[in-house]
């Protein structure tokens, strides 16, 4: 019962202490008449992502790679099959591909360049330096064209500023801020503990691999402020909002995440995720650029074959990719 109650536990303290670091760094930010888009492409950005950062910090530290870099690609390949399955599910995302094509050339891009940095087997500093040195020059980029070209160049320009105004009810006062930056941080690192060492003491509970447990369980939970944006904004029938967030996090995800952890510890990639899940998040992110290119959007029969294919790929974890013939 302790692992139930450290998993919960860590879940809980990790969607609430992200909240409350968002929203009270966007109120302390508000209040130096810092702009909306600059707020959300930077504050929102990053605290979103907070726990998958914290989560996989966490792991690399106590010499647990399989979950720190299981929890980033099982993030990745959750957000596309998982919570953009289940967004077009209840209401079908219709997109313009033009609208697309810079965050989804970047995120394809980041793809790559994970997968040929890791093939090594171990991500180290200068690598990880290389990841965001790429995540600047992207950000750089893309404040330039959202500024530039504010209508046209990305389907994230609008969300970007509309993220920043749902966080704009924050605290009321400075000190209040801090505190809540504060507080929010202690709790999403102190969740972040107690879910690793759940998750480490379930993997060994259950005979498999940390990396499995990162892929599935982990990624999932870290995943969770992402589907209920998701799964709100389809009931808005606003669905395709959830394409330009999944999109930006997982370019999030691979540059930041594990550019940040790199540096502070090169990371050993597990030779599961060599094998098999590297190259499964590259092939859904290939899916999902070709659904939006060729099909405008996500269907619902497409979304149920991103649902099923995620069920199929979550039970492959747990009952034998090892088995797989390659």
Same mark, same amino acid.
């Not at 965001?132 to 064209?145: D, E, Q, R």
């Not at 269907?299 to 039970?315: E, K, Q």
């Given at each position: =019962?302790?692992?139930?109650?450290?998993?919960?536990?860590?879940?809980?303290?990790?969607?609430?202490?992200?909240?409350?670091?968002?929203?009270?760094?966007? /109120?302390?930010?508000?209040?130096?008449?810092? /702009?909306?888009?600059? &707020?959300?492409?930077?504050?929102? @950005?990053?605290?979103?992502?907070?726990?998958?950062?914290?989560?996989?910090?966490?792991?690399?530290?106590?010499?647990?790679?399989? #979950?720190?870099?299981?929890?980033?690609?099982?993030?990745?390949? @959750?957000? #596309?099959?998982? &919570?953009?399955?289940?967004?077009? !599910?209840?209401?079908? &995302?219709?997109?313009?591909?033009?609208?697309?094509?810079?965050?989804?050339?970047? =995120? !394809?891009?980041?793809?790559?360049?994970?997968?040929?940095?890791?093939?090594?087997?171990?991500?180290?500093? %200068?690598?990880?330096?290389? =990841? #965001?040195? *790429?995540?600047?020059?992207? /950000? #750089?980029? *893309?404040?330039?064209?959202?500024?530039?070209?504010?209508?046209?160049? /990305?389907?994230?320009?609008?969300?970007? *500023?509309q993220e920043a105004e749902e966080f704009s009810e924050g605290p009321k006062s400075t000190w209040l801020a801090i505190i809540s930056v504060v507080g929010g941080i202690a709790a999403v690192v102190f969740g972040a503990r107690l879910l690793v060492a759940g998750a480490v003491t379930t993997a060994r509970e259950f005979g498999v691999g940390e990396e499995v447990i990162g892929l599935t369980m982990v990624a999932i939970g870290t995943s969770l402020p992402e589907l209920a944006t998701a799964v709100v904004a389809a009931y808005r029938k606003h669905s395709d909002v959830a394409i330009g967030n999944i999109i930006g996090a997982n370019i999030y995800n691979l540059l930041a995440?594990?550019?940040? %952890?790199?540096?502070?510890?090169?990371?050993?990639?597990?030779?599961?995720?060599?094998?098999?899940?590297?190259?499964? =998040?590259?092939?859904?992110?290939?899916?999902?650029?070709?659904?939006?290119?060729?099909?405008?959007? &996500?269907?619902?029969?497409?979304?149920?074959?991103?649902?099923?294919?995620?069920?199929?790929?979550? *039970?492959?974890?747990?009952?034998?990719?090892?088995?797989?013939?390659?």
């Amino acid at each position: =019962m302790t692992t139930v109650f450290e998993i919960i536990g860590g879940f809980i303290l990790l969607l609430f202490g992200a909240e409350y670091l968002v929203r009270g760094a966007v /109120s302390l930010a508000t209040r130096l008449k810092v /702009s909306p888009m600059i &707020i959300g492409m930077t504050i929102v @950005a990053y605290g979103t992502t907070a726990p998958e950062l914290v989560v996989s910090l966490e792991g690399a530290l106590i010499g647990q790679p399989g #979950i720190s870099v299981g929890n980033v690609i099982g993030s990745n390949i @959750a957000n #596309i099959l998982l &919570i953009l399955g289940t967004s077009a !599910l209840i209401f079908p &995302i219709n997109c313009n591909p033009r609208a697309l094509y810079r965050d989804g050339s970047v =995120m !394809l891009g980041s793809a790559f360049l994970f997968v040929g940095l890791a093939l090594e087997g171990t991500i180290n500093r %200068v690598q990880g330096i290389l =990841m #965001i040195g *790429a995540l600047v020059t992207y /950000s #750089i980029y *893309a404040f330039w064209t959202e500024r530039k070209q504010h209508r046209v160049a /990305s389907a994230n320009g609008d969300v970007i *500023a509309q993220e920043a105004e749902e966080f704009s009810e924050g605290p009321k006062s400075t000190w209040l801020a801090i505190i809540s930056v504060v507080g929010g941080i202690a709790a999403v690192v102190f969740g972040a503990r107690l879910l690793v060492a759940g998750a480490v003491t379930t993997a060994r509970e259950f005979g498999v691999g940390e990396e499995v447990i990162g892929l599935t369980m982990v990624a999932i939970g870290t995943s969770l402020p992402e589907l209920a944006t998701a799964v709100v904004a389809a009931y808005r029938k606003h669905s395709d909002v959830a394409i330009g967030n999944i999109i930006g996090a997982n370019i999030y995800n691979l540059l930041a995440i594990m550019g940040v %952890v790199s540096i502070v510890t090169p990371l050993k990639v597990p030779p599961q995720i060599l094998k098999f899940d590297l190259w499964f =998040m590259l092939g859904v992110t290939i899916v999902l650029l070709a659904s939006i290119t060729l099909k405008r959007g &996500i269907s619902r029969p497409v979304a149920i074959g991103f649902l099923g294919t995620y069920a199929a790929y979550t *039970a492959l974890q747990f009952y034998g990719v090892e088995s797989l013939p390659f």
